[in-house]
């Protein structure tokens, strides 16, 4: 009986390690060569508009996400833990948000979000299609290296293994 | 070694369910918004007016975020919509919902004998996939092509 058992729960975790790859793999996509990421416009909570060389010389994570989007509201504290352990070796997410400007700042302030959120002020969909998302789905990552281009995309939500695993693997030699 | 061959099987089939199913990797085959709900054209009978979806299979529609408004002609509103009851969902961030998963939803209006009838309906819906991806909230502006004969 007892092994029994035993086997079960070995096969149970199989299972959900299985299908928790699984999913992992199947919504990234790694650019074979890294393109040179197109010119996108974003505006600051402070009304400054930038483009993407605002962050030239980080490990750029651009973080497209909602007030409304459940899966985006569960990789947050993720996000912001990566914010917090890798910062100060070169990264910076920033989270565009397919919402309002009081939304963003209310959920920005509750959650105490450790990066810099934006507001839609109608150029936040064009960038995300721009960088590659046709599906329009969210949340929506686009990895972006110190020289701009971009390395990696990630469609749905990543747990904090597959986010350490994308940030670790792309930050750059002499900060790892 | 049965053991192990149903454990390494175990292991890689939803690996493999999942990577052919994305096409290896790419993305390509998550479906677009118009694919995960398919809405279908305005029907029409004189007692009621429908809007549907095809809800595809993995993807679900939030009760709460459905909202019509009837464009033409502008000077009477739609009835109270009728929905069929939903699925209970619980979302740790959002409480909780009902949603309507891989399945026809069907929103019923009751339509007055003495309300003209109605040309244009504007739509808006939000909804997920199980994969852990939403859609952004969709509008859509609903033209009756015909009216359909009316159900005895």
């Known amino acids: 009986m007892i092994a029994l058992f035993k086997k079960t729960s070995v096969i149970v975790t199989l299972c959900l390690l299985g299908g928790a790859l699984g999913f992992a793999a199947s919504r990234t996509t790694a650019l074979k060569k890294p393109q040179p990421a197109p010119t996108v416009h974003l505006t600051l909570a402070d009304g400054r508009k930038v483009t993407l060389d605002e962050w030239k010389g980080k490990l750029l994570l651009i973080n497209f996400w909602a007030t409304w989007c459940a899966p985006c509201r569960k990789e947050m504290p993720a996000l912001m833990d990566a914010q917090k352990r890798y910062g100060a070796r070169g990264l910076q997410i920033i989270g565009p948000a397919l919402d309002d400007e009081k939304s963003v700042r209310e959920l920005a302030t509750k959650l105490k979000i450790n990066y810099p959120v934006m507001a839609d002020d109608g150029n936040v969909e064009p960038a995300m299609m721009l960088l590659g998302n046709a599906e329009g789905g969210l949340p929506y990552s686009v990895l972006i290296d110190p020289q701009g281009r971009i390395v990696k995309t990630v469609l749905g939500d990543m747990s904090s293994t597959e986010l350490d695993g994308l940030i670790s693997d792309n930050l750059p030699a002499a900060s790892k | ?152």
């Open chain 2, 1 to 152: 070694m049965k053991v192990l061959l149903l454990a390494v099987t175990v292991l890689f089939a939803p690996m493999a369910i999942a990577g052919g199913f994305t096409n290896s990797g790419n993305t390509d085959t998550i479906l677009s918004v118009d694919d995960a709900f398919r809405i279908m054209p305005l029907e029409y009978d004189g007692k009621r007016l429908r809007v549907s979806w095809e809800v595809a299979p993995g993807h679900y529609l939030y009760r709460k975020r459905l909202q019509f408004k009837l464009l033409d002609p502008a000077v009477t509103e739609l009835p109270p919509v009728q929905l069929p009851k939903g699925i209970s969902h619980h979302d740790e961030h959002f409480g909780d919902v009902e949603i309507y998963r891989g399945t026809t939803l069907v929103a019923d209006f009751a339509w007055p004998k003495t309300a003209p009838t109605p040309h244009r309906v504007q739509v808006r819906y939000q909804g997920c996939a199980d994969i852990g991806i939403c859609y952004p909230p969709q509008t859509r502006v609903l033209e009756l092509i015909a009216p359909t004969a009316p159900t005895p």
